[in-house]
């Protein structure tokens, strides 16, 4: 039960194609900002611990989990979002989902 008030919804709010403001939220996590990447669906193992939440409103504590093949270093997940990975700021990026995943795999 508490793991489930611990988990904060994760919003990406835009106003469409006209440029207004977009909101996405970032994780702390052992002093690494963590940013959200699609990925399709993940394959989430055990749990790392609790991260922070912030972006989009209140900053929030939430539970995270390794990714499959993944080292909590480099990625997390959130049992929430299946097919979102939050991939350590600078890493694997511009790749698309397709390539994404076996980058974070060779980190």
């Known amino acids: 039960m508490i793991g489930a008030v611990l988990v904060a919804p994760v919003v990406i709010l835009d106003s469409g194609s006209s440029g207004g403001p977009r909101c ?4 702390l996590y052992k002093g690494n ?4 990447r699609p990925t399709g669906r993940l394959v989430e193992a055990v749990a790392v611990g609790v991260g922070v939440a912030s972006g989009c409103g209140t900053p929030s504590n939430v539970d995270l989990r390794t990714i499959a093949g ?11 979002e299946p097919a979102t990975a939050y991939v ?4 694997c990026a511009g790749l698309t989902r397709a390539k994404l995943l076996t980058c974070l795999r060779g980190l």
């Open 70 to 80: 993944v080292r909590p270093a480099v990625a997390v997940a959130l049992g929430s």
């Open 33 to 36: 900002r963590y940013e959200p």
């Open 88 to 91: 350590r700021r600078g890493l």
């Open 24 to 27: 996405s939220t970032t994780i």
